[in-house]
Each structure stands twice: as C-alpha cells, then as structure tokens.
C-alpha cells in the first residue's frame, strides 16, 4: 500500500451552514450531529477493495483496507486507524450507556465507537459509519 499522508496540521473549523452546505443530509447528520446508520446499510460495509478510507468532512485519511475486518456488527470495522492522531476518541454516556466515540481528529466530525471486542493485535474494534467516510482505491 502506498505510503498516507495523514494530514497532520490546523484543525478544520466550519460554520453549521457551511458543514450543510458541504455534505449529504445522511452525512451531516452522522459527522456534525453524532447520527448513526441503520446496520448493515451502509455503503462500505461490504467493500473489500484495497484503498484507504477518508474522513467524509474533511478528507483526511483515517483508515487503511488492511486494517478493515468483517465483524458482523453491521457498520465497517477497522482494528486500527492509519496513525494515532489520525482519530480523537472520548467518552460518550448518551443512550443509558458508557462507550468510546470516535471522531475525526482534524474536523472533529463523528464516525462511530471504539469497542474493546476486535482482533489480535490490538483486540480493538473502530465501528465506523459508511456516511462518515469516502473510500480511495489503491
């Protein structure tokens, strides 16, 4: 695979009107509003080509295909985003439970949960939304 560049730098900051502007309803209402796609719709859920899924807002890379696996949850699954700082991840209480949102930590934009429940190496589990990402094949 060829080598990322992970779009280190500034933050992106964008109005709600200009997010609006830029994106799908399906996608402002996963990035900008922490929605969630009904399981098993989702664009990439089946994609097994080879590429490196980016950050719906803002395009920064977030995800390669090798790190994608099939977890049956419904949603895209990665045990690994491309680089640490790539994704931003905090506590999230919302519906009576406790999980770990992951979001873009260039545009802040949400993308799903962290679940400690993935593959070895790292027994981790990015459950992520196909609306909060654009895919580039390789």
């Known amino acids: 695979m060829a080598e990322i560049e992970t779009g ?3 933050k ?3 109005t709600e009107a200009e997010w609006r502007e830029l994106l799908t309803p399906e ?3 996963v990035l900008r ?3 969630t796609e009904r399981a098993f ?3 990439l859920v089946d994609n097994h080509d080879d590429g490196i899924y980016h950050c719906g807002a ?3 890379p977030l995800f390669t295909s090798d790190k994608k696996f099939e977890s049956g949850s419904g949603w895209p699954s990665f045990w690994l985003p491309v680089s640490p700082d790539a994704i931003e991840a905090r506590e999230d209480n919302s519906h009576g439970m406790r999980r770990i949102e992951v979001l873009c930590a260039r545009c802040g934009g949400h993308l799903g949960h962290l679940f400690p429940d993935g593959p070895n190496p790292t027994g981790l589990r990015y459950c992520i939304n196909s609306a909060s990402l654009n895919f580039n094949k390789q």
């Open 8 to 10: 280190k730098g500034e």
């Open 12 to 14: 992106i900051q964008k």
């Open 27 to 29: 996608q402002f209402h």
């Open 33 to 35: 509003e922490g929605g």
């Open 41 to 43: 719709t989702g664009a």
């Open 58 to 60: 803002c395009d920064a």
